[in-house]
Nanobody, 121 residues
Framework: QVQLVESGGGLVQPGGSLRLSCAAS????????MGWYRQVPGNERELVAR???????NYADSVKGRFTISRDNAKNTVYLQMNSLKPEDTAVYYC???????????????WGKGTVVTVSS
């Protein structure tokens, strides 16, 4: 079984910074894409940032220039550095990874349980 555990959420003032982490554990042969999504109650979950194994990234337009996604393949961990935070960044942030649990298995999508980020003065 595979588990994703996020950390790093919390309350921060507008203009502040937070760093989210998400570590995968369990049966892991390889990890393709890693990503962060967010969701506000009543809205659909939306992509924030995504990074593939080779390092290429893509970001939502609303976070470009403020957020940076990175990954540590040796630690099966993805990070999201969030700078210049705005109240509209308030949401539950979810980690997602596309993982092949075993050498001959298919890639599956796994989700963390989410971490709350609140941007408020």
């Amino acid at each position: 079984q595979v588990q994703l555990v996020e950390s790093g959420g919390g309350l921060v003032q507008p203009g502040g910074s937070l760093r989210l982490s998400c570590a995968a554990s369990g049966n892991i042969f390889s990890i393709d894409a890693m990503g962060w999504y967010r969701q506000v109650p009543g809205n659909e979950r939306e992509l924030v940032a995504r990074i593939i194994r080779g390092g290429a990234t893509n970001y939502a337009d609303s976070v470009k220039g403020r957020f940076t996604i990175s990954r540590d393949n040796a630690k099966n961990t993805v990070y999201l550095q969030m700078n210049s935070l705005k109240p509209e960044d308030t949401a539950v942030y979810y980690c997602n990874m596309e993982i092949k649990p075993f050498k001959f298995s298919f890639v599956r999508s796994y989700w963390g349980k989410g971490t709350v980020v609140t941007v408020s003065s």
